[in-house]
């Protein structure tokens, strides 16, 4: 069974970069069929797409983030990775990481994680 | 403000059957597969409908969905109380060149 498990800090200051990885077992994110992607949702607000990486580590970025997004991956680890740079409060929200297929439908996704960014 | 237009909430009693609009344009619903999520209180979104019209496995039937020019719907039939949660609908925009997401509905099952 497929899992994702996001980790990383639950509190940034502002300006400072966010980062986060995502722990996938039960899939390799090698794999040719799916992209590996980073989704986040400000409390009590809708979802956002923030960019996803595909096995040969091609990114494509949300246009309204991409001069602050980065996403990597590490396929020793089997773990992507989302930066997050220079975060305002705005940047406050749930961030999930979640397999997607080309047509963009997300089948898994991780239980997400809070992050604050407060100083 | 969401790319994609979906009504702030919906409701219906048990076993009646609901409706969940979303409007987008001819650059994302017009020209993509349409997408649906149930996110319940306090959890990731679970994917409902993918390729605009069909259910993963484990979906009951309950669940359907259809497109027609630039909007999308999903229906909830028999309803049930468990059904309460947030529907989102989602899709690639070619002009944005990124994937969309509504604003989300709220179903409150009366």
């Known amino acids: 069974q497929l899992q994702l498990q996001e980790s990383g800090p639950g509190l940034v200051k502002p300006s400072e970069t966010l980062s986060l990885t995502c722990t996938v077992s039960?899939?390799?994110?090698?794999?040719?069929?799916?992209?590996w992607a980073w989704i986040r949702q400000p409390p009590g607000e809708g979802l956002e797409w923030i960019g996803s990486?595909?096995?040969?580590?091609?990114?494509y970025y949300n246009p309204s983030l991409k001069s602050r997004v980065t996403i990597s991956k590490d396929t020793s680890e089997n773990q992507f990775s989302l930066r997050l740079s220079s975060v305002a409060a705005a940047d406050t929200a749930v961030y999930y990481c979640?397999?997607?297929?080309?047509?963009?439908?997300?089948?898994?996704w991780g239980q997400g994680t809070l992050v604050a960014v407060s100083s | 403000q969401s790319v994609l237009t979906q009504p702030p909430s919906v409701s219906a009693a048990p076993g009646q059957k609901v409706t969940i609009s979303c409007s987008g344009s001819?650059?994302?619903?017009?020209?993509?597969?349409v997408s649906w999520y149930q996110q319940l209180p306090g959890t990731a979104p679970k994917l409902l409908i993918y390729?605009?019209?069909n259910r993963p496995s484990g979906i009951p039937d309950r669940f359907s969905a259809s497109k027609s020019g630039t909007s999308a719907t999903l229906d909830i039939s028999g309803l049930q109380t468990g059904d309460e949660a947030d529907y989102y609908c989602?899709?690639?925009?070619?002009?944005?060149?990124?994937?969309?997401f509504g604003g989300g509905t709220k179903l409150t099952v009366l």
């Open positions: 979640a397999r997607h297929a080309t047509h963009g439908w997300c089948d898994y």
């Open positions: 001819s650059s994302s619903i017009g020209s993509n597969y």
């Open positions: 039960g899939d390799s994110i090698t794999t040719t069929t799916y992209y």
């Open positions: 989602g899709t690639w925009d070619s002009s944005l060149r990124a994937h969309v």
């Open positions: 990486i595909f096995y040969t580590g091609a990114t």
């Open positions: 390729e605009t019209n």
